[in-house]
């Protein structure tokens, strides 16, 4: 291991690139960027170490920090890092519920929060918590307390730090020499769809395992630049962004807010950036939806152009011989059409790096028709994220990719996917039970199901825990399933149901742009306060897109009711995770008025047929 820990990664990285930027940001979103150097970023480190250890923090202490995706995570995460302490990341937009859950559950003496939103969240529960002696506001607009002495500004802390330093002429070389690999760096809670969080303990090891590996498969260049917007929250980001970057020697530009996400994907001047699938599919169908507004000519051009780029793509990715004709098709389809979309999107972006949930090969064919590689990975948090990745020149759309060298992978009898190696986590915090239940024999039994093809790339084929059992016997993947409805572009969302049912239904959510722009074209009529789910004519749209991708799928495995919901899921609702993964146990709890008549149809021939040919 070329470092001791993972302040030592940033601490040795910093000494090479001292006045390089490190860090952009904006305080507002069309305002210039404001540039931070390593030396900068060090600097502020130091002293958020060295003024919480003067609040009293000592190493192994469990230190909390609620904040968005923004440029004062990393100082603070490294402030916490350097001393030994142990840094326990929350969401954002957790609830006081999941909040009081880690703060009890973690011990969390000190937290450091975003701003005066997530402070009250701290507040308004802190008489229950008589332990937590310190919350750290990153952001400070005049609206913190400032008659609290157990509140305080980071611009305090750092004060407090420099004061420290000042007062005893020692930095932080001694702590940091002081953390072993095997101590723990993070306890990180998994959202999860079921049940309360389990807090993921991780060492300095895992992380730098998983951190460094990265280079087998994804190389970059040194001043890289890499928009960060998802949750650092989360396994992925951190991992794949923050400390990956930094021991690649990147520019970190951060987006606070996904709707700025378009804007600063185009100022940032991106080479690459880390996305779930749900942001890409909202990027093709936001082209897909501007392409049908230019007029019929210019909608037959682009399509004419992206069935080129497709042809291409498919052809350059399985490494199949391109004809001279195509080449010239595709260049010109490329220079006419598909490269002034990149262009206005993000002409400097050249690498998508998408996890954290199914992603459809169709879909990346398209960005790869527009000039972008979209590299797709598997991973969880007790795996310290990746487990593996398509290298951008053996890319592989449809699958994960192959295993990264330090971990050895296997497919169990039942198809769940069982790893081992130096980044997978030390155990569950608190519960040894959970931990005996998912490491065995010292292999991490993952939940999730899957195979191998031909070539050693693995496909990710559902969950164990939401496998369906339809009352035929027929085992089902919802996860497949809903992959098939979500080719349609009028629909946003779908949750497949049926467990124990004779057949399966699902809830739909509309692509309403889309839906819009269908109705339009069939001169029917509807205006802002139509409710565009009620109307007979949107039924059968949906009726109709159902029906075609229920032919991909067995019969058994064909959707055979379904119900158009008025609103979309969200993180904020509780229905779905900070990663967007559906809490089916949240849905079924929620919509049993819903649910239930889907099911009281006749029962399909169909399922007649395959019940009594079992």
């Known amino acids: 291991m070329k470092y ?42 130091q002293e958020i170490a060295l003024g919480l250890k003067k609040l009293g923090v000592k190493k192994g202490d469990n230190v909390g920090l609620l904040a968005i995706t923004c440029h004062h995570w990393l100082p603070c995460d490294f402030g916490i890092l350097t001393l030994g302490a142990v840094t326990v990341p929350l969401y954002h937009n957790s609830n006081t519920e999941t909040v009081s859950y880690i703060l009890e559950h973690a011990e969390i003496e000190v937290i450091i929060v975003h701003n005066k939103i997530q402070l009250q969240k701290i507040r308004s529960i802190w008489k229950s918590f008589p332990n937590l002696r310190y919350a750290i506001v990153m952001q400070d607009q005049g609206d913190i307390p400032s ?27 001694g702590f940091v020499n002081n953390i072993d690999l095997d101590d723990t760096a993070s306890i990180i809670y998994t959202s999860g769809t079921t049940g309360v969080p389990k807090g993921v303990v991780l060492s300095h090891r895992n992380f730098l395992v998983a951190a460094l590996s990265f280079y087998q498969y994804v190389p970059l260049e040194e001043g890289f630049r890499m928009l960060s917007f998802l949750p650092l929250a989360h396994i992925f980001e951190r991992v794949a962004s923050e400390l990956y ?27 690459m950036l880390p996305v779930v699938p749900r942001i890409l599919e909202k990027i093709h169908a936001k082209i897909l939806l501007e392409a049908s507004k230019k007029g019929p ?35 010109l389809a490329y220079n006419s059409v598909l490269g002034k979309i990149k262009a206005k999107l993000a002409p400097n972006l050249k690498i998508f790096v998408v996890g954290g949930a199914p992603f459809s090969a169709d879909i990346s064919y398209f960005f790869f028709a527009l000039g972008f590689n979209v590299i797709e990975g598997y991973g969880l948090t007790e795996t310290s994220a990746p487990v593996t990745v398509n290298p951008p ?47 065995i024999d010292g292999w991490f039994h993952t939940g999730d199901l899957g195979s191998f093809d031909e070539d050693g790339y693995l496909r990710i084929t559902g969950r164990k825990k939401d496998i369906i059992i339809t009352a035929g016997g027929k085992n ?44 339009k074209s069939k001169n029917i009529y509807f205006d802002k306060n139509t409710n565009l789910y009620e109307m007979p004519e949107v039924f059968n749209l949906i009726d109709e897109q159902i029906a075609i991708n229920n032919r991909s799928l067995d019969r058994y495995e064909q959707v055979k009711n379904f119900h158009i919901l008025d609103h979309e899921l969200t993180i904020d609702s509780g229905e779905l995770t900070p990663t967007l993964k559906v809490k089916r146990n949240v849905i ?8 239930k008549p889907l099911f009281n149809k006749p029962k399909p021939e169909t399922e007649l047929e395959e019940s009594t040919s079992q």
Request: charge should be neutral; proline fraction near 5%.
């Open 4 to 45: 001791k820990n993972l302040p030592d990664l940033f601490f040795k990285k910093s000494e090479r690139y001292q006045e390089n930027v490190l860090i952009r940001y904006r305080s507002r979103p069309s305002v210039p960027f404001i540039d931070q150097t390593w030396k900068d970023i060090q600097t502020k480190i």
């Open 245 to 271: 970057g930094i021991d690649q020697g990147v520019i970190f530009s951060y987006c606070e807010r996904v709707e700025y996400l378009p804007k600063m994907l185009y100022d940032s001047q991106a080479n």
């Open 393 to 439: 020149w053996a890319n592989k759309p449809g699958t994960v990719g192959l295993p990264f060298q330090h971990f050895d992978v296997k497919i169990e009898e039942d198809g769940e996917i069982v790893v081992r190696g130096d980044s997978v986590f030390k155990g569950y915090y608190k519960d040894p039970q959970a931990t005996a239940e998912v490491l």
């Open 476 to 519: 089902i993947s919802p996860t497949k399933v809903e992959h098939e409805i979500l080719k349609s572009k009028y629909i946003a969302q779908a949750v497949v149901l049926g467990d124990q049912e004779k057949y399966l239904a699902a809830l739909i959510v509309l692509n309403e742009p889309e839906v819009e722009e269908y109705l």
């Open 297 to 331: 000519l210019a909608e037959k051009i682009f399509q004419s152009a992206m069935q080129t780029g497709i042809e291409y793509a498919k052809k350059k990715l399985k490494r199949e011989k391109i004809s001279w004709d195509l080449e010239l098709k595709y260049n």
């Open 588 to 595: 079924r709890a929620r919509y049993p008025h819903i649910i």
């Open 147 to 173: 008659n609290d002495p157990k509140i305080l500004t980071l611009d305090e802390l750092q004060k407090i730090g420099r004061e420290e330093l000042a007062r005893t002429g020692f930095g932080v070389e």
